[in-house]
T-cell receptor
């Protein structure tokens, strides 16, 4: 059983640029959630994807968008980067078919720095 | 607004001590409460709690949920230096599995 993987590990971008972060879900998991974790804070829910569709969204602007592919892997895209977007971006996978079971398994994260 | 508050923010203990971490919440459409341990990057899953009063145990760690008073506690007995980490509490709400995390409790266990 493979775990959740994310790429890249680290990324440095300039304000105004666009970035794409990638996540491969754990084998057998069909749901991917993305979180933003600023230093010293808990993860903030960005959105969740299930069956290639957005299945819920937190309080993030539309310049945060995502995709889920048929193999359940996912991308997070952020346009028009701002300095406050600097954070650890975590991806978590789970099996939505297990009703009421929301055990999520997190990837190692992508550290994004916006200068 | 949905809110999850953890206390204390940080805690320093010595090996062998017992600690209790607290998590209180104000969330509509509660589905479950989860505890995670975050050492460097990826939070690792500890417990999922859905029913009041049923203790979950895993080795030296245990947790319980009170859905009437809207809180949960995580106990760690006979702490070890390897228990040093940030402990996160998250509440899952709505069918979409949206979750709200607290800001964590930083536990430092000294030898």
């Amino acid at each position: 059983e493979t775990g959740v993987t994310q790429s890249p590990t680290h990324l440095i971008k300039t304000r105004g640029q666009q970035v794409t972060l990638r996540c491969s879900s754990q084998s057998g998991h069909n749901t991917v959630s993305w979180y933003q974790q600023a230093l010293g804070q808990g993860p903030q829910f960005i959105f969740q994807y299930y069956r290639e569709e957005e299945n819920g969204r937190g309080n993030f602007p539309p310049r945060f968008s995502g995709l889920q592919f048929p193999n359940y892997s996912s991308e997070l895209n952020v346009n028009a980067l701002e300095l406050d977007d600097s954070a650890l971006y975590l991806c978590a996978s789970s099996d939505y078919r297990l009703a009421g079971h929301y055990e999520q398994y997190f990837g190692p994260g992508t550290r994004l720095t916006v200068t | 607004e949905d809110k999850v508050v953890q206390s204390p923010l940080s805690l320093v203990v010595h090996e062998g001590d017992t600690v209790t971490l607290n998590c209180s919440y104000e969330v509509t459409n509660f589905r479950s409460l989860l505890w995670y341990k975050q050492e460097k990057k990826a939070p690792t899953f500890l417990f999922m709690l859905t029913s009041s009063g049923i203790e979950k145990k895993s080795g030296r760690l245990s947790s319980i949920l009170d859905k009437k008073e809207l809180f949960s506690i995580l106990n760690i007995t006979a702490t070890q230096t390897g228990d040093s980490a940030v402990y996160l509490c998250a509440v899952v709400w709505t069918n979409a599995g949206k979750s709200t995390f607290g800001d964590g409790t930083t536990l430092t266990v000294k030898p």
